[in-house]
């Protein structure tokens, strides 16, 4: 367990657990086909880029919100803290980094739901896995995600790997804040093929992964990692590479419908920020 107590900034969390009902499943998919959206969608979402989740959000069907909070989720529990504390962090970091860049930085939120909820991009729903809505600047996370990663891509787990997760989430805010995103998507809606779009949604979630490795840099110094621990986030970046995805759901690796990157890659941008701590050199699109 990294040393989360050294931190004392908080984010901006939203509690909305156990207000709602559990999600069904996205399209009336079984069992099965929940683990493959788990899968296909994880950190940064959709099989088709930005666009494509915000599309499968919009069409998701939210059941009427219950309007009192059950006593469990009632005043702040462990997870609750742990995700203000890591939000809180990361908002530290890029605030510096803006400020030095004589920017701005408006801090996002990130709301802990189960099952469903409402955001500005429709319903966020558990299938749809983390994700991040860029008309209301929130990150969507439902916390038993991390116990499907585990279980369905045999993930190491552990709070570094939910924390980078978080980060890479805070990274596609960035991306939304300087520019990236509207560029990616104009690039897309102009690409003659959809491998031409898929590569440009791989460039943007790698560089997400740098991101959340100029965030873990920052705290290197600061005594909240113990030895080796940051290993659990290269875990976690390796676990989702497409490749291994699909080689689990399909038993073929198809490069051409990759939409995050291979885990070589992930791992490898992330490391990237991670050694270096300086966001130049996250430039994927170059």
């Known amino acids: 367990m990294a040393r989360w107590d050294k931190l004392r900034t908080r984010g901006n969390v939203e509690d909305r657990r156990g207000v709602g009902r559990p999600a069904a499943a996205v399209g009336g998919l079984g069992a099965i086909g929940v683990v493959v959206v788990l899968l296909i969608s994880m950190l940064g979402g959709g099989g088709g880029?930005?666009?494509?989740?915000v599309g499968q959000l919009q069409?998701?069907?939210?059941?009427?919100?219950a309007s009192v909070q059950p006593e469990e989720f009632q005043g702040e529990d462990d997870y609750e803290v742990f995700a203000s504390t890591v939000l809180g962090s990361t908002d530290e970091t890029w605030g510096q980094i803006f400020v030095a860049s004589?920017?701005?930085y408006a801090e996002p939120t990130l709301v802990l739901f189960r099952g469903s909820t409402q955001s500005a991009c429709g319903g966020a729903n558990s299938a749809v896995g983390p994700h991040y809505c860029p008309p209301d600047q929130t990150i969507y996370l439902d916390e038993t995600f991390f116990d499907e990663m585990?279980?369905?891509l045999g993930a190491q787990g552990g709070d570094v790997a939910e924390a980078y997760v978080i980060a890479h989430e805070v990274g596609h805010h960035i991306q939304n804040q300087i520019g990236v995103?509207?560029?990616?998507r104009k690039a897309q809606q102009a690409a003659g093929s959809q491998a031409e779009g898929n590569a440009l949604s791989v460039q943007m979630e790698l560089q997400a992964d740098?991101?959340?490795?100029?965030?873990?840099?920052s705290l290197r110094d600061e005594g909240v990692f113990l030895p080796n621990e940051i290993q659990e986030a290269i875990d976690a970046a390796a676990a989702v590479g497409d490749?291994?995805?699909q080689q689990r759901v399909q038993g073929q690796i198809s490069p051409e419908r990759w939409t995050h990157g291979s885990s070589a890659q992930r791992v490898e941008w992330f490391t990237r920020g991670f050694d270096t701590g300086d966001p130049s050199q996250c430039d994927t699109f170059s």
Do not use: K, N
């Not at 880029?49 to 989740?53: P, R």
């Not at 995103?181 to 990616?184: G, L």
């Open 102 to 104: 004589e920017l701005t």
């Open 49 to 53: 880029g930005l666009e494509d989740i």
């Open 150 to 152: 585990t279980r369905s």
């Open 210 to 217: 740098c991101f959340a490795g100029v965030w873990a840099h």
């Open 59 to 65: 069409e998701t069907q939210v059941p009427q919100q």
């Open 243 to 245: 490749d291994r995805i």
């Open 181 to 184: 995103m509207d560029e990616v």
